[in-house]
């Protein structure tokens, strides 16, 4: 069973801020089997910008049975990367949403997982992306798996490390 919640539109993206309309439950504007079904009548919006609410039924490590916490899906964002303590183990995961401080108003919290560089993998990672021209290109793929492997990381985790530096660091290094 799902219910779509609160609308989470970010409409001050494109300026860098955050914003969002206030609008409080999803309601279909059209009858089943029409595309209206999936915009809502109250904020014009799709679906699914809004906070999906699915109880599931099941053991969890906390003992209780059936759960019936509310579970949310991610929205665009990953909520775990992956290298060296890739991010939560199932068991984990599944402790953390049946503790009740992760549990407020039947709105899970849940800490996304952030990989930590020391500065000698950094200083690696930004010769590799500077010798690259900051782009990941399939004839560099055996250099960068090379990185990857010698620092204990997955490729997605450098990629994402070059896309959130490549302005600041890459910008930085061509002024001097």
Not at 123 to 131: C, F, N, Q, R, Y
Not at 139 to 154: A, M, P, R, S, T
Request: glycine content about 10%; proline content about 4%; overall charge positive.
């Amino acid at each position: 069973m799902s219910k779509y919640k609160e609308c989470l539109k970010n409409h001050a993206a494109g300026i860098g801020g955050h914003a969002v309309d206030g609008c409080g439950e999803f309601m279909p504007s059209g009858e089943d089997g029409t595309v209206d079904v999936f915009k809502c009548a109250a904020c014009n919006c799709h679906r699914n910008f809004h906070r999906k609410e699915t109880v599931h039924h099941h053991h969890h490590p906390c003992g209780y049975f059936p759960c019936t916490m509310p579970r949310q899906r991610p929205l665009a964002l990953p909520l775990t990367s992956g290298g060296t303590g890739g991010g939560f183990r199932e068991d984990q995961e599944l402790l953390e949403m049946c503790n009740p401080n992760n549990n407020i108003n039947g709105t899970l919290l849940k800490k996304r997982f952030r990989t930590k560089f020391s500065q000698e993998h950094k200083d690696k990672m930004l010769t590799l992306a500077e010798k690259l021209g900051w782009r990941l290109q399939r004839h560099d793929e055996g250099v960068v798996q090379q990185l990857c492997n010698e620092i204990d990381i997955k490729r997605h985790v450098f990629k994402v490390w070059m896309h959130n530096n490549k302005h600041t660091l890459g910008k930085k290094l061509t002024l001097k």
